[in-house]
Nanobody, 124 residues
Framework: QVQLVESGGGLVQAGASLRLSCSAS????????MGWFRQAPGKEREFVAA????????KVADSVKGRFTISRDNALNTIYLQMNSLKPEDTAVYYC?????????????????WGQGTQVTVSS
């Protein structure tokens, strides 16, 4: 059983930064790709960023490119999402997820386990 716990969300003003963390309780963490997704009220869950098992390969959505960075620490079973220059349209619940394939993928259905999410609210 894989458990994912996100943290680091909050209420910030536009232009601020936040760093989200996701801790995974799984022994084979370093074999899995990991992703961040977000879901705003009334909208579908969307891809934000993903990172391969080694941490050397990453992908971010065009909407956050240049502002968000994904990283991981396999020794701590943790991934991070550094979010800079936040905008009101970044407001959403942010979820981390495990992709057992180990490769970079962007579709919700391709991920196997999900955390409960952490709320990020950006005021204008």
């Amino acid at each position: 059983q894989v458990q994912l716990v996100e943290s680091g969300g909050g209420l910030v003003q536009a232009g601020a930064s936040l760093r989200l963390s996701c801790s995974a309780s799984v022994r084979t963490f370093n074999r899995y790709a990991m992703g961040w997704f977000r879901q705003a009220p009334g909208k579908e869950r969307e891809f934000v960023a993903a990172i391969g098992w080694s941490g050397l390969v990453t992908k971010v959505a065009d909407s956050v490119k240049g502002r968000f960075t994904i990283s991981r620490d396999n020794a701590l079973n943790t991934i991070y999402l550094q979010m800079n220059s936040l905008k009101p349209e970044d407001t959403a619940v942010y979820y981390c997820a495990v992709d057992r394939s180990g490769t970079i993928r962007t579709m919700v259905y391709e991920y196997d386990y999900w955390g409960q999410g952490t709320q990020v609210t950006v005021s204008s």
